[in-house]
């Protein structure tokens, strides 16, 4: 079994911002496989199916961005799962571009405070991840504002395509192989000419 965990916000107000994307990309996983992620469980929006042969949850933590860590470690412990095998979390990085992924195995928060909430209610960093690129925070702005903030149009038509890959890289995952995952979308997007 894996458990995907999308990171978001709760309430109608967060929905389309960019500390959302995690969420976005959980409903997009939940349409193409046809799982309703609507049961409430471990404080989280949970749905149960199968991706690439794989049982799945689907997982939506309720408990707000900063507490992700709370659901995640009731959601793991519950369905017996090892993290570091069993859980992919994807969240939000305003340090890549819009529409932009990096995958990982392991590592820090890197800032991300979801992140360290869930590393130290799991007591490890060692869970893979997909990163979704929000793009970089412009200088003047409050961050919370920038990451609560929604997406311009010509954003949301590169982050269509940013959704679109980060369902193909957790299908890649859950199925054992997130070294194809990693190399075929932690490369730079090529320049525009």
């Known amino acids: ?12 107000q967060y929905e389309g911002t960019r500390h959302n994307v995690g969420f976005d ?4 996983l939940a ?20 991706i690439e042969g794989q049982r799945v949850i689907l997982a939506k933590p309720q408990t707000y961005m900063n507490l992700s860590g709370e ?8 369905y017996k799962i090892d993290p570091e095998q069993e ?15 990096r995958i990982r195995e392991k590592g820090s928060a890197g800032g991300h405070n979801g992140i360290k909430n869930i590393i130290a209610h799991l007591g490890t960093q060692v869970f893979p991840r997909i990163r979704v690129g929000v ?10 504002d920038y990451v609560l903030g929604h997406f311009s149009r010509a954003e949301r038509e590169q982050m269509d395509e940013g959704y679109d890959h980060a369902v193909r890289a957790a299908e ?4 054992g192989r997130i070294g194809d995952a990693m190399n075929e979308y932690n490369r730079k997007k090529k320049e525009q000419t």
């Open 135 to 144: 793009g970089e925070k412009p200088s003047k702005y409050d961050l919370a």
């Open 172 to 175: 890649l995952i859950v199925s």
């Open 25 to 28: 990309v959980i409903d997009r």
């Open 31 to 50: 349409e193409k496989y046809d799982i309703a992620v609507d049961a409430r469980k471990h404080r989280a929006l949970v749905g149960r199916g199968i």
């Open 87 to 101: 859980l992919l979390v994807i969240y939000d990085d305003i340090n890549l571009d819009v529409g932009q992924l």
């Open 1 to 12: 079994m894996f458990i995907i965990a999308g990171l978001g916000n709760p309430d109608r």
């Open 71 to 78: 659901s995640l470690q009731s959601l793991a412990a519950y």
